[in-house]
């Protein structure tokens, strides 16, 4: 029979992997989880600037759940490491997606989850995660409509104060 935890092992190898290359120190704990009596983040990284306590979670099905343990335990040991705690997420064919155990969703008997819906629309990618892109949504770039000085001269067009010409030069 496989290790029923092979699947797991090599998604956190592929994220190691893949921090390496972005320019990141990076080591997987390999003590981590049930392996001791420790609490240890699956990933410990870092830039020299910003450093992360990684909890990874893949999954080929919807939803990701962590324990109440799982999640407590991470937020302790980045407390006193000095790191940042983040839960890792990767569905099957998709990338990864990075969340602050805070802003995910809390079950009633105190576990987290985390829908493949929710890490597309609201989880930070690699890329934004390791700093080479940033993330931009609409309400970013929504144009508010033209500002008050263009409405004025728009205004005194219509009222007659200003001719086609003298409106056109105002606002270019």
């Known amino acids: 029979m496989a290790n029923s935890n ?56 919807d939803p990701i759940y962590l324990t109440g343990e799982e999640v407590e335990a991470l937020l302790f040991f980045a407390r006193n490491f000095g790191a940042k705690p983040r839960i890792g997420v990767r569905f099957d064919r998709e990338d990864w997606y990075f969340f602050h155990p805070a802003d995910l969703h809390t079950t009633d008997g105190g576990n987290y989850r985390v829908k493949k819906e929710k890490a597309l629309s609201d989880g930070t990618d690699f890329d934004e995660f ?43």
Do not use: C, W
């Open 130 to 172: 390791v700093g080479h892109s940033e993330k931009v949504t609409l309400d970013d770039v929504a144009d508010d409509g033209p500002d008050q000085s263009v409405l004025d001269v728009l205004s005194a067009f219509e009222r007659g104060d200003l001719d086609k010409e003298e409106a056109a030069a105002m606002l270019e």
């Open 6 to 61: 092979a699947k797991g092992d090599r998604r956190e190898r592929e994220l190691v992997n893949a921090l390496d290359e972005a320019g990141f120190a990076v080591m997987r704990a390999p003590a981590s989880g049930s392996a001791t009596e420790r609490e240890l983040p699956d990933v410990l990284s870092g830039d020299g600037e910003t450093f992360y306590a990684i909890e990874a979670k893949s999954s080929a099905g």
